[in-house]
Protein backbone atom coordinates (compact mmCIF):
# COMPACT_ATOMS: atom_id res chain seq x y z
CA UNK A 1 0.00 0.00 0.00
CA UNK A 2 1.44 3.71 -0.58
CA UNK A 3 0.02 6.95 0.16
CA UNK A 4 -1.99 9.73 -2.27
CA UNK A 5 -5.00 11.58 -1.97
CA UNK A 6 -8.03 10.92 -3.51
CA UNK A 7 -10.88 13.37 -4.93
CA UNK A 8 -14.41 12.20 -4.92
CA UNK A 9 -17.40 13.65 -6.77
CA UNK A 10 -21.22 13.19 -6.07
CA UNK A 11 -24.35 14.42 -7.65
CA UNK A 12 -26.32 15.44 -4.46
CA UNK A 13 -30.05 14.21 -5.28
CA UNK A 14 -29.23 12.14 -8.55
CA UNK A 15 -31.37 9.06 -7.86
CA UNK A 16 -34.73 12.19 -8.14
CA UNK A 17 -33.00 13.74 -10.92
CA UNK A 18 -33.07 10.85 -12.84
CA UNK A 19 -36.45 9.91 -12.38
CA UNK A 20 -37.49 13.77 -13.16
CA UNK A 21 -35.52 14.60 -15.81
CA UNK A 22 -35.12 11.23 -17.49
CA UNK A 23 -34.44 12.62 -20.66
CA UNK A 24 -31.86 15.70 -19.81
CA UNK A 25 -30.06 13.92 -16.88
CA UNK A 26 -27.59 11.91 -19.95
CA UNK A 27 -26.30 15.26 -20.99
CA UNK A 28 -26.05 16.71 -17.91
CA UNK A 29 -23.98 14.25 -16.32
CA UNK A 30 -22.05 14.13 -19.67
CA UNK A 31 -21.09 17.78 -18.42
CA UNK A 32 -20.49 17.21 -15.22
CA UNK A 33 -18.05 14.43 -15.88
CA UNK A 34 -16.29 16.78 -18.85
CA UNK A 35 -15.68 19.73 -16.16
CA UNK A 36 -14.50 17.90 -13.54
CA UNK A 37 -12.16 15.83 -15.66
CA UNK A 38 -10.78 19.29 -17.45
CA UNK A 39 -9.83 20.65 -13.68
CA UNK A 40 -8.31 16.97 -12.93
CA UNK A 41 -6.54 16.85 -16.03
CA UNK A 42 -5.66 20.45 -15.27
CA UNK A 43 -4.54 20.24 -11.72
CA UNK A 44 -2.29 16.87 -12.42
CA UNK A 45 -4.31 14.00 -11.42
CA UNK A 46 -5.67 11.04 -12.83
CA UNK A 47 -9.62 10.17 -13.33
CA UNK A 48 -9.71 6.25 -12.98
CA UNK A 49 -13.18 5.67 -12.03
CA UNK A 50 -16.78 6.83 -13.23
CA UNK A 51 -19.26 5.69 -9.98
CA UNK A 52 -22.30 6.48 -11.76
CA UNK A 53 -23.19 10.23 -10.65
CA UNK A 54 -19.46 10.70 -9.37
CA UNK A 55 -15.56 10.81 -10.38
CA UNK A 56 -13.11 9.30 -8.47
CA UNK A 57 -9.31 10.55 -9.09
CA UNK A 58 -6.03 10.26 -7.94
CA UNK A 59 -3.20 12.78 -6.72
CA UNK A 60 -0.04 12.30 -6.25
CA UNK A 61 0.89 16.28 -6.61
CA UNK A 62 -0.50 18.53 -3.43
CA UNK A 63 -3.01 19.88 -5.94
CA UNK A 64 -6.04 17.61 -5.11
CA UNK A 65 -7.74 20.48 -2.96
CA UNK A 66 -6.84 23.34 -5.41
CA UNK A 67 -8.51 20.76 -8.23
CA UNK A 68 -11.52 20.70 -6.09
CA UNK A 69 -11.85 24.29 -5.78
CA UNK A 70 -11.57 25.07 -9.18
CA UNK A 71 -14.27 22.04 -10.38
CA UNK A 72 -16.45 23.55 -7.15
CA UNK A 73 -16.15 26.95 -9.26
CA UNK A 74 -16.42 25.75 -12.77
CA UNK A 75 -19.55 23.92 -12.34
CA UNK A 76 -21.42 26.74 -10.60
CA UNK A 77 -20.65 28.27 -13.58
CA UNK A 78 -22.83 25.84 -15.86
CA UNK A 79 -26.46 26.47 -16.72
CA UNK A 80 -27.65 23.26 -14.72
CA UNK A 81 -31.92 24.95 -15.66
CA UNK A 82 -32.73 21.93 -17.63
CA UNK A 83 -32.74 19.36 -14.59
CA UNK A 84 -33.74 21.96 -12.26
CA UNK A 85 -30.08 22.61 -10.82
CA UNK A 86 -27.29 20.82 -9.98
CA UNK A 87 -25.16 20.81 -6.71
CA UNK A 88 -22.09 18.61 -6.55
CA UNK A 89 -20.40 17.50 -2.69
CA UNK A 90 -16.58 16.38 -3.17
CA UNK A 91 -14.01 14.92 -0.69
CA UNK A 92 -10.80 14.88 -0.83
CA UNK A 93 -9.01 12.06 1.51
CA UNK A 94 -5.69 11.82 1.43
CA UNK A 95 -4.67 7.79 3.43
CA UNK A 96 -3.07 4.57 2.23
CA UNK A 97 -4.52 2.48 -1.26
CA UNK A 98 -3.51 -0.33 -3.01
CA UNK A 99 -3.69 -0.86 -6.65
CA UNK A 100 -4.96 -3.46 -8.82
CA UNK A 101 -5.14 -3.21 -12.31
CA UNK A 102 -5.61 0.07 -12.65
CA UNK A 103 -7.86 0.60 -9.91
CA UNK A 104 -7.49 1.30 -5.79
CA UNK A 105 -8.75 -0.18 -2.77
CA UNK A 106 -7.71 -0.08 0.62
CA UNK A 107 -8.42 2.57 3.88
CA UNK A 108 -8.42 5.77 2.17
CA UNK A 109 -11.39 4.74 -0.35
CA UNK A 110 -13.51 3.65 2.66
CA UNK A 111 -12.71 6.57 4.10
CA UNK A 112 -13.06 8.93 1.40
CA UNK A 113 -16.48 7.43 0.63
CA UNK A 114 -17.88 7.92 3.66
CA UNK A 115 -16.72 11.05 4.24
CA UNK A 116 -18.13 11.70 0.98
CA UNK A 117 -21.55 11.02 2.38
CA UNK A 118 -21.37 13.67 4.92
CA UNK A 119 -20.78 16.50 2.61
CA UNK A 120 -23.62 18.65 1.13
CA UNK A 121 -23.44 19.99 -2.54
CA UNK A 122 -21.86 22.53 -3.29
CA UNK A 123 -19.11 21.69 -0.32
CA UNK A 124 -15.75 20.18 -0.20
CA UNK A 125 -14.60 18.06 2.46
CA UNK A 126 -11.43 17.14 3.67
CA UNK A 127 -9.82 15.29 6.04
CA UNK A 128 -7.05 16.21 8.06
CA UNK A 129 -4.28 14.35 6.54
CA UNK A 130 -5.02 16.24 3.09
CA UNK A 131 -5.25 19.34 4.79
CA UNK A 132 -1.72 19.25 5.97
CA UNK A 133 -0.44 17.90 2.58
CA UNK A 134 -2.62 19.79 -0.22
CA UNK A 135 -1.74 22.91 -1.25
CA UNK A 136 -4.27 25.61 -0.42
CA UNK A 137 -4.91 28.44 -2.59
CA UNK A 138 -4.09 31.97 -1.52
CA UNK A 139 -8.19 32.88 -1.38
CA UNK A 140 -9.06 30.24 0.06
CA UNK A 141 -9.02 28.69 3.27
CA UNK A 142 -9.99 25.97 5.81
CA UNK A 143 -12.92 25.91 8.19
CA UNK A 144 -12.74 23.15 11.09
CA UNK A 145 -15.93 20.70 10.80
CA UNK A 146 -14.69 19.53 14.13
CA UNK A 147 -14.06 15.57 14.52
CA UNK A 148 -16.73 13.18 13.68
CA UNK A 149 -16.89 9.15 13.67
CA UNK A 150 -18.55 8.03 10.06
CA UNK A 151 -19.93 5.02 9.06
CA UNK A 152 -18.30 1.89 9.51
CA UNK A 153 -14.99 3.54 10.15
CA UNK A 154 -13.24 2.48 13.65
CA UNK A 155 -11.01 5.55 14.07
CA UNK A 156 -12.63 9.39 14.53
CA UNK A 157 -11.99 11.92 11.47
CA UNK A 158 -11.04 15.53 11.54
CA UNK A 159 -13.08 17.09 8.79
CA UNK A 160 -12.62 20.21 7.28
Not at 4 to 26: C, H, N, R
Not at 112 to 126: D, E, K, N
Request: aromatic fraction near 8%; hydrophobic fraction near 40%.
Amino acid sequence: MAVATFLFTDIEGSTVKWQSYEKSMPSALEKHDSVVRASVDLHGGKVFKHTGDGIIARFDNGRALECSIAAQEALEECDWSGIGGLRVRICVFRGEAGERDGDFFGPALNGAARMLSAAWGGQVLVNEEAAAFEHLPEDASLDDAGVHLLRDLSTPQQIF
